[in-house]
């Protein structure tokens, strides 16, 4: 795990501009830097790194890594490199380090461009082949790892945090005001529809997809992979056993590190159920988990009967209002954005707990929902898609007394809603007239859904997974680890794992009242019932008031005072939200918003009142 960047381009950043990037990326890479310079064809080359050892802790792994006439700089982890240096040992390569970065670059120069089809692992790489005279750059099939890129003035800058195209270039972006409207009105899931970051002209190399880079100019993504959503014939029991099988082998390759492994737990079972797979794998489990004392989030009874039941190390920490924006003030300078949700506030405890307990390396539930079906509204989805069984009666009646009793939204109450409704996504865009209101001017976009496959669930998941939700967790997750140099790893988003997922008949997802279904199946004997078969939806989570003190006067003073976003928000609509009742969850979460997006804008403006190449970011 690491920090990269660099340019290709007439312009070459100057000694002081590379210093800042490096000393503002040694967050994500404390513990070596290095930097490569040479021309490529008419234009000049510049690649940097920062280390966050993991693997072969060794300085010989240290990058940027030259061997045979190539350069790589490279963020991540393959997890099956292991598998791969055997292959290519037989094929007649020999190694001199332990890490998988030397399996990265001899991997390129044996497969070449196919070399990504064989990485299992979250990556962005950038990768010099002086005699093909070209830049390939690539990135992992889910997104885990950033590569942000800016065509700007002549040359291309790409990097793994925004901040370092902007003091490579010494030049601060626009933002993207749009793109803040957007978030403010309709939420996290509508951000990476139309855009992929908030400034203009700054994009992402698409997840899944390389491209060769011969020139300053905006790179050409191309697919390595595609994910294939079409059932299979299979037996409720070997989808279970198959789901168990692909579990236990991705956590398995996700456990390889020369460094110890802490597990993030909440209440949930995607966690609970990794941690009990390293139980069984006989590891010790230093788990952490964060403890809301607001009814609706508080998780701690079930986390207490995992780490019972496991003989886990707990380590907890709690929500609280003190120091909430300064706190998130930091948050959002180091994420170059507003932070996506309150969720991702509470992270942000659990990163700088494990940091300080002295681990490098979290292992999460992340992709979970999207593969087993984890949100209120697959269970409607699913049956809709049931409704011409002869057993329906019994399917809506397991629901009534099963996830029924849960669900608060009062069109969702409706089992059977899709059925009639197949295309409403009101659900997902919730206020979003009031919340348009808020703005001087009004904001309005329509909710879009891409069409992957016809099944209405599965489309729904997709979404989630590709452009909604998963998107937005892997941002704000890697960049809440990366700012206490910790790696995040997610097991579930391992690619023989989901592409099984996505094989089970629809039938198999939901059964006995029971979304996740499968996983939960899976999970039997691993962690207690109380756990596995609780219903209700967990996740490290917390309204609004757990973090802000609105008794406060000095907080509403600082809430309110000028500032960029009332060139946008309407201060006096602000100033009666910000004294009403925000239990409602779409009012918290838009108070949480309006928030972050205010500190984004003052962000911004401090960059351009400090250029980063000379005061660096803290």
Known sequence: MCGIAGTLGVNVPDFHQVQSTLVQMRQRGPDASGVFKTRMSENELTLLHTRLSIIDLDPRANQPFERHNCVLVYNGEIYNYLELKHDLESAGYKFTTQSDTEVVLNAYLHYGLKCFEYFEGMWAIALFDEKQQHLVLSRDRFGEKPLFYWLNCGTLYFASEIKALVSLSGQVPEPDLNQVK???????????????????????????????????????????????????????????????????????????ADVPVAFCLSGGIDSSILAGVAHQKNRDIHAFSVIDKDERYN????????????????????????RFLDRLADLVSYHDAPVSTISYYTHSFLSKAISDAGF???????????????????????????????????????????????????????PLYFLDNPSFRDHLYQNTELFSSFLTDAFSEKFVENNYVDSLLRNRMLNELRVEVVPIILAEDDLNSMQC???????????????????????????????KHILRASGRGLIPDMVRLDRRKRGFNAPIDSLLDRSDKNVLERILEPSPIFNIVDREAILKFVKQDLSDNSFSKFMFSFVSSKLFLETVVSWKQSPPQRNGFH
């Open 485 to 515: 140099s910790i790696e995040n790893r997610s097991p579930y988003l391992d690619r023989q794992l989901v592409e099984f997922a996505y094989s089970i008949p629809t039938k198999h997802l939901i059964s006995d009242g029971f979304a």
């Open 299 to 322: 998780e701690e009874t079930n986390i207490q009967a995992t780490v019972k039941a496991l003989g886990c190390q707990l380590h907890t920490t709690h929500t609280s209002t003190d």
């Open 182 to 256: 957007r978030y403010l009105v309709n939420g996290y899931r509508s951000l990476h529809k139309h855009a992929s970051s908030y400034f203009h002209d700054i994009e992402s190399l698409p997840p899944a997809t390389f491209a060769v880079v011969t020139s300053a100019e905006k790179p050409d993504a191309k697919r390595y992979w595609h994910l294939s959503a079409q059932t299979q014939e299979m037996s409720l029991e070997n989808a279970i056993d198959g789901v168990r099988h692909h579990l236990n082998r991705s956590l398995d390759w996700r456990l390889r």
């Open 360 to 414: 490098k390396v979290a292992v999460s539930g992340t992709g979970a929902d999207e593969l087993f079906t984890g949100y209120f509204d697959h269970y409607s989805f699913w049956l809709a898609e049931m409704a011409d069984q002869s057993n329906l009666p019994k399917l809506l009646q397991d629901w009534e007394k099963g996830y029924g009793r849960f669900v608060r939204n009062p069109l969702l109450k409706d």
